[in-house]
């Protein structure tokens, strides 16, 4: 593989930046906090891009990366889940729809903040459609113990939702 291009490099992180948006939403609910997991996210894209082989689809390893970043800052960081910030307005100017779509996201991002950092990345994978194959390779897992981690996960964020009176 030729070295790697730094101008290809950004083309591929601005085609896909949404993916690090995401994560850093469901990992971070501040935005100076989700505005220092994207920059981190960034950095270790490009320290790791000799890597990519094209073996995968970029996004593919991307994700990959995005979520081990924002799991390793997360945990460095040692931030807690602060139950006061629930009540603030969640950055949702990515999703410019009606309403009431808006609400629903603001309401399921809130109670993501209360899952552990697996399980943020199991809901992410999932909310990205990936199948328990894909989440399992993406979090180096087997595919049973993705299927049965993501169904108790499920299970706890119905919980989180319920528990805090989010309607959906």
Same mark, same amino acid.
């Given at each position: 593989?030729?070295?790697?291009?730094?101008?290809?490099? #950004?083309?591929?992180?601005?085609?896909?930046?949404?993916?690090?948006?995401?994560?850093?939403?469901?990992?971070?609910?501040?935005?100076?906090?989700?505005?220092?997991?994207?920059?981190?996210?960034?950095?270790?894209? %490009?320290? *790791?891009?000799?890597?990519?082989?094209? !073996? !995968?689809?970029?996004?593919? %390893?991307?994700?990959?990366? *995005?979520?081990?970043?924002?799991?390793?800052?997360?945990?460095?960081?040692?931030?807690?889940?602060?139950?006061?910030?629930?009540?603030?307005?969640?950055?949702?100017?990515?999703?410019?729809?009606?309403?009431?779509?808006?609400?629903? #996201?603001?309401?399921?991002?809130? *109670?993501?903040?209360?899952?552990?950092?697996?399980?943020?990345? #199991?809901?992410?994978?999932?909310?990205?459609?990936?199948?328990?194959?894909?989440? !399992?390779?993406? #979090?180096?897992?087997?595919?049973?113990?993705?299927?049965?981690?993501?169904?108790?996960?499920?299970?706890?964020?119905?919980?989180?939702?319920?528990?805090?009176?989010?309607?959906?």
């Amino acid at each position: 593989m030729p070295e790697p291009s730094t101008a290809n490099f #950004l083309q591929l992180i601005n085609e896909n930046k949404g993916i690090i948006h995401k994560v850093t939403k469901m990992y971070m609910d501040k935005v100076e906090d989700r505005e220092d997991l994207f920059q981190e996210i960034v950095m270790q894209l %490009w320290k *790791a891009y000799h890597t990519f082989k094209g !073996s !995968s689809k970029f996004s593919t %390893w991307m994700y990959r990366v *995005a979520l081990n970043t924002a799991i390793i800052f997360f945990k460095k960081e040692n931030r807690k889940v602060d139950k006061t910030s629930l009540n603030e307005q969640i950055d949702i100017a990515d999703y410019n729809d009606n309403q009431e779509k808006e609400e629903k #996201l603001a309401y399921l991002y809130r *109670a993501v903040q209360e899952l552990n950092p697996i399980e943020k990345a #199991l809901i992410f994978l999932f909310l990205e459609n990936q199948s328990h194959k894909e989440i !399992s390779h993406n #979090l180096g897992i087997t595919e049973i113990n993705a299927r049965v981690k993501l169904n108790r996960t499920k299970e706890k964020l119905q919980q989180i939702i319920k528990k805090n009176g989010y309607e959906f």
